[in-house]
């Protein structure tokens, strides 16, 4: 559990923080919602790409399931 609680904590963070380099590693300074408006209001291509890329798992994921149940039952027969 802690493997998954930790990195999630960090990822919501990060999203509401801005990241600078520095000598001994990195510094966060938080921005609040300023990066999601930035993306969600400012940036033209940000929603046709997003929606590209959704389409895209909308088709990819079925054929990847398809495949490795296909594969899973091949494997699972009885060999000679």
């Given at each position: 559990?802690?493997?998954?609680?930790?990195?999630?904590?960090?990822?919501?963070?990060?999203?509401?923080?801005?990241?600078?380099?520095?000598?001994?590693?990195?510094?966060?300074?938080?921005?609040g919602?300023?990066?999601?408006?930035?993306?969600?209001?400012?940036d033209?291509?940000?929603?046709?790409?997003?929606t590209?890329?959704?389409?895209?798992?909308?088709?990819?994921?079925?054929?990847?399931?398809?495949?490795?149940?296909?594969?899973?039952?091949?494997?699972?027969?009885?060999?000679?």
């Amino acid at each position: 559990l802690f493997y998954f609680i930790r990195p999630l904590i960090d990822v919501i963070l990060y999203s509401f923080s801005r990241i600078d380099r520095t000598d001994f590693g990195y510094s966060l300074k938080f921005v609040g919602f300023e990066i999601y408006y930035k993306v969600l209001r400012i940036d033209p291509d940000f929603i046709k790409e997003f929606t590209a890329s959704i389409s895209g798992l909308a088709y990819q994921v079925p054929v990847i399931m398809a495949f490795s149940f296909i594969v899973a039952v091949i494997l699972n027969q009885k060999f000679r």
